[in-house]
């Protein structure tokens, strides 16, 4: 797993992967089709409303690499989102993500497993955030800049779960993996949390796990139309919250 350290400036923290980049001789032949070029372009315009200083993280990386940035963030922006030949390509055992958390005793624990192909495992990262007038955190990624799970400076933690999505039912938003970074960064706790979230466009069906310190956990169950939070259960003298890759309380949206 690779490990980096970025701080600061976003559009420098960017600059600072594409060099990265640069230096590992990493390229990106992009190759999107006319309904992901379109999606990619209507999000971005959502995501700069909610989060311009990402777009700004995004702009450093295309700037510094040479490549187009409504391109490059349309290809980042359809991570987890616009995968309508996933059923042919991915067989369903590598699609098996779990994430949980477990509060007793004044103590929060959170864990997942992250079931993505083989192939992705040389390239996944844990990295440490500490951007200029936000939390600093720590997020692990088989991407970059936005993630699948992670943990900021006041013990949040949030994680997402992928569900999948007919084609017809994606909306212009923010995927999964965005929403991820953003609360690690905007969030205190679990309330303030679930408040962003409530006020999020989503892009497509997704499950958001959100646990805090104080032991307060819930799953918000995401589809592009609705959103709906599911509370712990008591277990073994604490309360428990788990999260997959399917809906609860929403049939396949």
């Not at 295309?62 to 490549?67: A, L, P, Y």
């Not at 940035?69 to 996933?86: A, P």
């Not at 007038?133 to 997020?139: D, K, L, M, Y």
């Amino acid at each position: 797993m690779y490990h980096l350290r970025l701080k600061g400036d976003y559009y420098q923290m960017g600059v600072k992967r594409g060099n990265i980049f640069q230096k590992a001789h990493i390229s990106f032949p992009l190759q999107l089709d006319d309904f992901q070029l379109e999606h990619g372009k209507r999000s971005e315009e959502i995501l700069r409303k909610f989060f311009p200083e990402i777009c700004e993280e995004v702009r450093g990386v295309s700037d510094t690499i040479g490549t187009d940035y409504l391109h490059f963030i349309s290809w980042m922006l359809c991570m987890g989102c616009c995968m309508y030949n996933l059923e042919n390509n991915i067989p369903v055992e590598v699609r098996g993500c779990t994430a949980f958390a477990y509060s007793s005793n004044g103590r929060t624990i959170y864990g997942r497993n992250n079931d993505l192909p083989p192939y992705l495992r040389g390239g996944s990262k844990s990295e440490i955030y500490a951007p200029k007038n936000g939390n600093r955190f720590n997020i692990t990624t088989s991407s970059f800049i936005n993630g699948e799970e992670g943990v900021n400076e006041h013990g949040l933690a949030v994680a997402m779960t992928f569900v999948m999505t007919d084609l017809e039912k994606i909306k212009a938003g923010f995927n999964s993996c965005f929403i991820v970074r953003y609360l690690l960064e905007k969030a205190g706790n679990t309330e303030q949390a679930v408040s962003l979230l409530m006020g999020l466009p989503v892009a497509s069906n997704c499950n958001i796990l959100l646990a805090d310190k104080k032991g307060n956990m819930v799953v918000v169950e995401c589809t592009p139309i609705l959103k709906k939070v599911r509370a712990a259960e008591a277990f073994v003298n604490g309360s428990i919250v788990c999260t997959v890759n399917s809906l609860g309380f929403f049939t396949k949206a």
